[in-house]
């Protein structure tokens, strides 16, 4: 059984500090890895993807992949009000077909 | 492009009575989803198609779901006969390589 997990929260941080969202993956041979957001009612929103080791920034966005852990992060430099959803991890299975998503955290921003 | 489209937005039934909803996927995308998201279960993948053939429904819950893809620009995801565990928001998603795209959702209310 293929297994995505995060802290479902909620997270709570201050506006302008850095939020930082974990997620565990239970596959090893993933090879894709992305991040969506979702505003309470709306659908999911892709903001980041990575593929290899390392870090990927995207603005406030960084996106850390550490395979041999197991383990994607995303972290919010400056956090806004704004940024206040719920953050799912998806990860691409082995025959690269499905997304297999976590559970989501829910983070919040108080200004 | 309009995104996937996915009807109606909301849908309000009896116990008992069948529900189809629909969706448009983007033109071009060959795998399309069909995920149910509770607040217990998260998002949960029902059944997905690649090139408009079923390829895994072992998430559709029971018989009483069925679904299909006639063609590569429109599905449908019907239950029959809804129950009042039904109630939840259906989303449709679509993919390329470079992740999933989802549709507004469907929230279905079975009274």
């Known amino acids: 059984q293929k297994e995505v997990e995060q802290n479902s929260g909620p997270l709570s941080v201050p506006e302008g500090a850095i939020a930082s969202l974990n997620c565990t993956y239970s596959?090893?041979?993933?090879?894709?890895f992305f991040w969506y957001r979702q505003y309470s009612g709306k659908s999911p929103e892709l903001i980041m993807s990575?593929?290899?080791?390392g870090d990927k920034e995207d603005g406030r966005f960084t996106a850390q992949l550490n395979k041999a852990s197991q383990y994607v992060s995303l972290l919010i430099r400056d956090s806004q009000p704004s940024d206040s959803a719920t953050y799912l991890c998806?990860?691409?299975?082995?025959?690269?077909?499905?997304?297999?998503f976590g559970p989501g955290t829910r983070l919040s921003v108080l200004p | 492009d309009a995104g996937v489209i996915q009807s109606p937005r909301h849908e309000v039934t009896e116990m008992g009575q069948e529900v189809t909803l629909r969706c448009k996927p983007i033109?071009?995308?060959?795998?399309l989803f069909w995920y149910r998201q509770t607040m217990m279960r998260g998002l949960e993948l029902l059944i997905y198609?690649?090139?408009?053939?079923?390829?895994?429904d072992s998430g559709m819950p029971e018989d009483r779901f069925s679904a299909k893809m006639p063609n590569a620009s429109f599905s449908t995801l019907k239950i029959q006969p809804s129950e009042p565990r039904d109630s939840a928001v259906y989303f449709c998603?679509?993919?390329?390589?470079?992740?999933?795209?989802f549709g507004s959702g469907t929230r279905l209310t079975v009274v």
């Open positions: 998603a679509s993919r390329d390589y470079y992740g999933y795209t």
């Open positions: 596959d090893r041979g993933s090879q894709s």
């Open positions: 990575i593929y290899s080791n």
């Open positions: 998806a990860v691409n299975d082995n025959y690269g077909q499905n997304f297999v």
């Open positions: 033109s071009g995308h060959d795998y």
């Open positions: 198609f690649n090139n408009n053939v079923p390829i895994d």
